[in-house]
Structure formats: C-alpha cells, structure tokens
C-alpha cells in the first residue's frame, strides 16, 4: 500500500499537485490501478462519469401566457432563470401540482412537487407549475421531469416574506429543460386560470466536463452474488489526497490484487470512484446506471473513504443506527455489515465507535437503492474528543485530519497503524462476504426502490450489458 501511496504522490507531483476529477493527475492514477488489476487477472472497464464545470446565463429569460388573455412578464423582475436551468423554448399548457392556494398560514404548509405521487395526474410535455414549500427544489424538479414535465415555473409559497421572485441554483445540471422561478403573485395567476397556454424561454450555457471510475471483477464467483467494495479515487484540487482518499483507493488495490489469487465463491467487483468530491457524480452516475436486474445482483456495497488520519480513529458506518445519531438506519443487511467490521476490531482488541450513516460518501447511492452497505472511515475534518483519545490515542482538541481537503494532504498526512489494520479489515470483510452471505437477508426485488424515483426510470430500460453503466 505504501508503494501505491508513493505512486499516488508521485502522479500529483508530477501533474500540478493534485488528482482531481477531470485532471491528468486522475487519469494517471486510473491507469496506474487499471494495470496492475489486469496483470492481476481481473476483468477491468471503466463508466463514464460527468459533472458540470461551469454554467451561464446567456439571455434574459421570457415568461407570457399565449392564451386565453395574451400577457407577458418582466425577466428578472416577474420571474428569472433558476441557476443550472437547461436551454429551451416551450409553449404549452401549464398544470398546477398539489399547491396550496391561498397559501397556508406557515412556510412550507405546501409539499407541492416533494412525492412523486404529486404528479400522478400529470400529463407529459405540459409545464409544471410548483409552489415553494418544504422540499429542496432540485427534488420536485427531479419528480417534474421523471414526469415529463417540458418545463418547471417555481413560484414563492405567498406568505409574508415568502412572495418574490429570487436567485437560487438547483445544483444539478442534468434536467436538460427550462427551470424558472416566479413571485407568488405571477404563479398564483397562473394557477388561477386552468388550461392557459403558456411560453417559457430559457438560454443558458451548460459545461460538462467528463471523468471515468474504474471497475474491476473478478473472472470467477457467482455472477448473481456480486459483493461490491469501493473507493473514491479522485482529490480535491487542493491537493494529492494521500488521506483523502489515497488511504482507501490504495487498501482496495492492495486487497483487489491478494484477492486476485483466490478461487471466490461470488463475485467480487471493486469500483474506484471518479469526481466523489464534486458530490457523489461517479457513484451516483453508476447505480443510475444499472438496471433493476443488475442491482438485485449486488449483495452488499463497502465503501472506504480515508481510513489512515493522521489523528485517526476506528469508525464504522452506524449501519444499525444504535447510536441513534443523525440518519437512521441502512436498508437490511447494513446492520450485519456493521457487525461484520465490529467482529474484526473485538478480535484484536482494538477500540471502535459508530459515525452516522449519513450517505455523504459513495455509499449513499447504494442504500438510496435499498442495497445494504457499511464501510471504515477514521476522520476528517472533525476534532478529537477526550475519549476518543482515551480510545485510540492522539491527540483530543485537533482534528482527525488536519491536512483534510488542503496541500498538505501528502505521504506525511498517513497513519501507518490506521492504515495497516484497516486495510486488513477491508481485505477480511471482502474476503468474508467473497465466501458467505449468510448474514446478508435476502432482499425483496424491485419493491425495494419503488421509492427512488431515478432507480425507477432506470428500471424500466432493458438489457443493459452486464457491468455496463450510464
Ligand atoms: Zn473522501
């Protein structure tokens, strides 16, 4: 593991500093992996991966009912252009989705657009008209347009403080339709008048950039078990992201390539993530990826996302939620998992604590799909407390990684001991599921994901070549 921290740190040397998504510096580590996992024998390819790197606003955007009483709004008065939008000229009919109108006598008294079910009656190639209220907008966007929605107009809630228009991005990229953003008062006429044809224009510029994460699988193993281990590859541009997250990149190599020599009962596949730091973008583009029949193929996912800090400590993925901290529990099987890593620890007589399952590494997509999960993490930005110390060792009052997401992310930012044992309970937790999944209940298929509105657009395409994605 160390020489792959070295050619880690050598690569971002080499290729001003860092490994990020979208940079030399994370093709060459890519391709690094990538070589010694086919000498190794595996099967190895890679998924492309995009995430946006920039985003414009090339003209005022135009708002005007065509019909039944013609009427045109003022740009960036009435109504502006939500951040991310697509480009688009639509004219169409505008149909109301679940608001509350007059509106309610509190914020977010409307759940306008948050449940899918919202849009149950709607019809496709209209344009959405959602009110403010209680859900992020990217999700009753995403509802809109898994509906079909040709365009969204938001308009504010109408409660006192709650009516103009105002600037927001929606972070996501993808929708390809015009999104804007009205005052209460333009929606709530729009609302008004049922079958009103409405125009919306939007022109706006959309940079993608692209990255790959890199699969490798075993050639033997039961194909319908697949056990899954993964880690994110790519740095933030700051710099090499030794810790952060050569740590769990070069511990799965390692594992990949002494596993490599076993005769596996199921299928392993270890994933190396790109662009994890811009949000997930690598793994979250995966399971979208996959059809219905590929996820029930996946058993279980571990994920490793720094586990030598520096001021580390042992944390395992609260997969149980016994800490009963933040998120709540993983899907079934996330709790065994949890077990699985605890066992390892007890064995050696080491200290471990829960961190909360919040989704917030590339796991996250993974129980969003209902697929249990569970994993290692030894600290990041986080500061030690006192029994913690007491615990592992180190020092309390200073933060798990001090060199968290900064330059001095290098060889030096890497505890040797964190390093070494959790690198063998990654290997031994792969290993252990490799053979038995026994303590993994079986999961109910498709009913699972009925919820994830993504994981059902993607349950409906068909044949997609095993292994291949988005
Ligand atoms: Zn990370």
Redesign the pocket.
């Given at each position: 593991m160390t020489k792959h921290l070295q050619e880690f740190q050598r690569i971002a040397d080499a290729n001003s500093g860092n490994r990020a998504a979208g940079t030399p510096g994370y093709d060459k580590s890519l391709e690094y992996a990538a070589q010694k996992l086919r000498r190794a024998g595996y099967r190895v390819s890679t998924t492309d991966v995009e995430f946006p790197t920039g985003w414009a606003e090339l003209a005022p955007p135009e708002l005007n009912v065509v019909a039944p009483t013609p009427k045109t709004y003022t740009p960036n008065v009435d109504f502006l252009t939500v951040g991310s939008s697509g480009s688009g000229d639509v004219t169409a009919e505008v149909q109301v989705v679940d608001a509350v109108l007059p509106p309610g006598p509190t914020p977010s008294t409307s759940t306008a657009g948050c449940e899918a079910s919202d849009f149950a009656g709607f019809v496709a190639g209209r344009i959405a008209l959602i009110q403010r209220g209680t859900c992020p907008y990217v999700q009753k966007a995403t509802n809109a347009k898994a509906a079909g929605a040709a365009a969204v107009v938001f308009f504010n809630e109408g409660q006192p403080g709650r009516t103009e228009a105002y600037n927001f991005d929606i972070g996501e990229w993808r929708f390809g339709i015009p999104i804007v953003f009205a005052d209460f008062a333009v929606g709530n006429e729009l609302a008004a008048t049922p079958g009103t044809q409405l125009h919306v224009k939007t022109s706006t510029r959309v940079d993608v950039g692209r990255t790959k994460n890199l699969i490798a699988e075993t050639r033997t193993g039961d194909p319908n078990k697949v056990v899954m281990a993964g880690a994110?590859l790519d740095s933030v541009h700051e710099g090499a992201g030794i810790n952060?997250?050569g740590s769990g990149s070069a511990g799965l190599l390692e594992t990949a390539l002494q596993l490599a020599k076993l005769p596996v009962k199921h299928k392993v596949r270890f994933a190396w993530w790109g662009a994890?730091e811009l949000g997930l973008l690598g793994s979250n583009q995966y399971v979208e990826g996959l059809s219905q029949a590929q996820r029930d193929k996946i058993k279980l996912y571990l994920n490793f996302?720094?586990i030598g800090s520096p001021n580390f400590g042992y944390f395992i993925y609260d997969g149980d939620n016994s800490d009963n901290v933040g998120s709540p529990a993983g899907p079934p099987g996330s709790a065994q998992i949890e077990k699985t890593f605890e066992r390892f620890y007890q064995k050696r007589d080491l200290n471990f604590r829960g961190t909360d399952f919040s989704g917030r590494?590339d796991y996250g997509p993974f129980i969003e799909v209902g697929i249990p999960a569970g994993g290692l993490f030894t600290g990041a930005e986080g500061i030690k407390t006192p029994e913690e110390a007491t615990l592992f060792g180190g020092t309390a009052g200073q933060a798990y990684d001090p060199c968290y997401h900064a330059a001095c992310d290098g060889l030096n930012n890497i505890n040797a001991t964190a390093l070494d044992v959790n690198s063998d309970a990654l290997a031994w937790a792969t290993a252990t599921y490799a053979y038995d999944l026994s303590a993994i209940p079986p999961r109910a298929t498709a009913a699972n994901t009925a919820k994830s509105s993504t994981a059902k657009t993607a349950a409906t395409q068909v044949a997609v070549p095993e292994g291949a994605a988005s």
């Open positions: 994110h952060d997250n994890e996302d720094m590494s």
